[in-house]
């Protein structure tokens, strides 16, 4: 592909995406697939700017509404003219040959384009009369609950979340010790180093395709955010144990239980799509895991967690949440989010963590968890539910964390995950036990 070519189907890419409430990493992959003829160099650079325009669009916006061509300039194609200008410093002539009308290329700029082109000619990205969200890319609209939540570091940990996330793997200790998942690794030229905090965790100094590595088909290694892992730590989940993974999705949190539980005992991943745990059974054999058992449920109120009341030694409910946590990976995120999207989510959260209360027998844990950095999603939720369910209290981290581990939240009676502090995306847990 020609670099004009490159941008134009950056700008088709784009187009899906802010037309859709499909995730971008799963519009681009489906654009591939259908393009068989694209190469890994096209599709990386393609990816790129896809993921630059996402997490450079707000610093993008403000630049042309300061300009004076706000009014017309938030299409995909405008917005793509200002990336290219502010981030890339590209100029005008440069533009023209990009911009040309031929075969595969974006067709030329209308006036209004080529005004946006002349009035950002010469600007870098970054301002110093930006916003704080305007310079860490995010609606001003979540402004004061992200200032409420951090007060004075907000304009660090939103920097933070606002740069691409490191690949993460987990290694898979059914299959080896991490020592032999990185000397693996080796063997196709990647380098791996340990996390700072989870025991099985490795990240890579590069994304790589982990489909055609040896260490990834026999199942040594998943990826999972390091922050993910960590939840499933403070589960606590041991051998022999039954356990319940109530929005089991994809399995990847049930694959790191199964793991940390030897393969022995009980594990039950529930879900309501079909889809998501049928996807879970490639990576469950993968890994050589034998002690799930894959539930599809109709709702979280499902006639099966009445019959099963008070049975489980831990249930982990990893919430279905807005993912403000994982901006680094997931950058649309952020310009898909409304208020009614909070408010509709908080509810039905609220909804999953008292049915799945039920599950847990006197004396056992449950841990809520969400990749969310929002409050209301979270402490707050934590608060309804206790206030609501009395025989259940709060275990803080400190108290149920391995002593041979490095603890990520000594302190306080949760655990909060940030990408500025811990390296990791954004994770909350709480982990409550029920009364004997």
Known sequence: MTPAARIAAAIELVERIEGSRTPTDAILADYFRERRYIGSKDRGAVSETVYAYLRRRGQVDWWIARQGWGR???T??????????LERGADAGEIAHLFDDGPYHPRRPNPDEQ???????????GHPDQPAWVSANYPEWLHPRLEAQFGTTVA??????DVPAPLDLRVNALAGSRDAA???????QIRAVPTQWSPWGLRLEKRVALQTVAAWKAGLVEVQDEGSQLVAILLGARAGMRVVDFCAGAGGKTLAIAAGMENKGQIIACDTSAKRLDGATLRLRRAG????ERRLMESERDKWVKRHAGAFDRVLVDAPCTGTGTWRRNPDGRWRLSEQDIVELVDLQGRILDSAARLVKPGGRLVYATCSILADENEAQVDRFLAAH?????VPPADAWPADLPNPAAEGPYMRLT????????FFAALLERGV
Not at 182 to 188: C, G, M, P, Q, V
């Open 115 to 125: 005004g946006i082109v002349q009035a950002l000619a010469g600007y870098p990205i």
């Open 156 to 161: 660090d940990e939103m920097a933070a979340l």
């Open 182 to 188: 990185i000397t693996a690794l080796a063997r196709d």
């Open 390 to 394: 009395p025989g259940f209290r709060v």
């Open 72 to 74: 017309v300039g938030t």
């Open 289 to 292: 895991v034998h002690n799930v």
């Open 76 to 85: 995909p194609r405008a917005r793509m003219l200002g990336l290219l200008m």
């Open 419 to 426: 990408p500025a502090r811990h390296g990791t995306d954004g």
